[in-house]
Structures are given as C-alpha cells and as structure tokens.
C-alpha cells in the first residue's frame, strides 16, 4: 500500500511553506506546566519540521513565524524566556543549518530584540548566506503591517529623491521594498493551534496563498500532520483570477 509520505512527494509539492506556530502556551496548559513550558516543546517541534521537509520533502522555501511585534505586550518574564530561548537555540543549531546547506534569513524590526540575540541573528545569517539547499526564513518582531508601512516610507523616500517614479510603483516595484523581496511568494500557509486567520503575518506575500488550519496545538504538528496539510493541499484547485492551476 501507498504510504502518505509516498503520495506528497509524488504529488505537487509546494514549493514556499509558510507556518504560524501557534498553541505553546496552550500545550502546556493542557498538561498543567507552565506556559513558559510550551516554549522549548515548541522549538524542538520546528526542528523536527525543519529536518523532515529537507530530508524527506525537499521544500526549497520554509518560513516560520517566531515571535509577533504583538508578542512583546506578552507578561515580561514570558517574553525574556522567549528570547533566551531563540538565542540558545540559534547558537546550539547554526552549525547543523549550515552543514546541511540551509540558508537563514530573519525578517521583522530586529531593533527591539535584545542585542545578544540581535548580534547572533547576524551571525548566522552572515555564515549561512551561501547555502542553498533550503531557504529557512524566521519572522522575529515581525508584523506585516509593519512591514508594509516600512516598505511604503522607503518607497516615498526614494519618489522624493528621485530614484522612483511614482507612476511606475506597481505592485511588483512595490514588494520589492518588502523584506521577502527575493523569495517566492507563499504557496501554502499553515496555522496550527485551533485559530482561523493570519494574525498579521505575510498579508501581502499570501494575497493567493492556500490556508490550512490545524486543530492541534504546535508542540504536537508531527511529520504526519504537515503531510496530511500537503496532501489537503495537493487536493484543491488553486485559481488566480482567471487561471486555473489544477494538482497532479
């Protein structure tokens, strides 16, 4: 018998996966831990998603949604846990994702992180910059609004100094100001944690994105629910206007 991982990979893979990681706190709720819990059971599952989708997948475009500019309203002691956490996993992990020709990128207003964290971002980004094999973007501070009205203000200020015509900023001059100017857009966008919307993340870049919504919280999204999310996907017929682009 066919097994699921045998029709994905036989199927019409996406090619951009996009993931807001949504239920840590929840997760450990439900286990009676702190929320603060939910957090490293949280890293470990993008770490097992990271690896399989390379390994097993070969997605060339994966970005995670880390930690929102909303996040930072969180109770303090849970953001400072938080950013201890990505700076220790980003230390501990670097040298794997660059010896398995991972390329990192972070995109979102690094300027509010602490600058520990800040200084290892750029670090890793810098060693990984070569690698080709995969695309991991990390949205951390992130906020597609933000990010938006960012691009917007740098757009103006090269209209006002004459590097742009205002006339001619469509929208394919425009994503350029965006921080994903050089990566595809997002084929598949995958919520879990029981919630229904996108929660400021990609707005513009996920325009003609399919959405899958999955019940179970983070800590618990297994190899075998993101190949149940792709087969979902495999299944649909994505229209763009008047464009018909049918799996196969």
Not at 155 to 161: E, I, L, P, S
Not at 207 to 229: G, I, K, N, Q, T
Request: positive net charge; glycine residues 6%; hydrophobic residues 45%.
């Amino acid at each position: 018998m066919t097994t699921l991982l045998e029709q994905v990979r036989a199927g019409d893979l996406p090619r951009h996966v996009a993931l807001i990681m949504d239920g840590n706190g929840r997760w450990a709720e439900a286990r009676r831990l702190p929320r603060a819990a939910g957090h490293p059971a949280g890293a470990r599952a993008a770490e097992r998603l990271i690896r399989f989708a390379g390994s097993k997948l070969a997605i060339p475009y994966i970005t995670l949604f880390a930690f929102s500019s909303e996040n930072w309203a969180r109770p303090r002691a849970e953001v400072a846990c938080l950013m201890d956490l990505l700076h220790g996993v980003l230390s501990a992990r670097v040298a794997e994702l660059a010896g398995a020709g991972i390329r990192l990128r972070v995109i979102g207003d690094l300027d509010r992180v602490p600058a520990a964290l800040r200084d290892g971002v750029r670090s890793a980004v810098a060693r990984t910059a070569d690698n080709t094999r995969m695309h991991l973007t990390v949205a951390l501070s992130y906020g597609a609004r933000d990010e938006i009205a960012r691009a917007a203000r740098a757009a103006a200020r090269d209209a006002t100094a004459g590097r742009l015509d205002p006339e001619r900023l469509d929208e394919a001059t425009f994503a350029q100001y965006l921080e994903t100017a050089d990566l595809p857009d997002p084929d598949l966008v995958i919520r879990t944690g029981g919630e229904a919307r996108l929660s400021n993340f990609l707005l513009w870049q996920s325009a003609y994105a399919e959405l899958y919504f999955a019940r179970v919280m983070w800590p618990d999204f297994s190899p075998a629910e993101l190949l149940r999310a792709l087969a979902d996907y495999q299944r649909r017929v994505r229209r763009f206007g008047t464009v018909e682009v049918t799996p196969t």
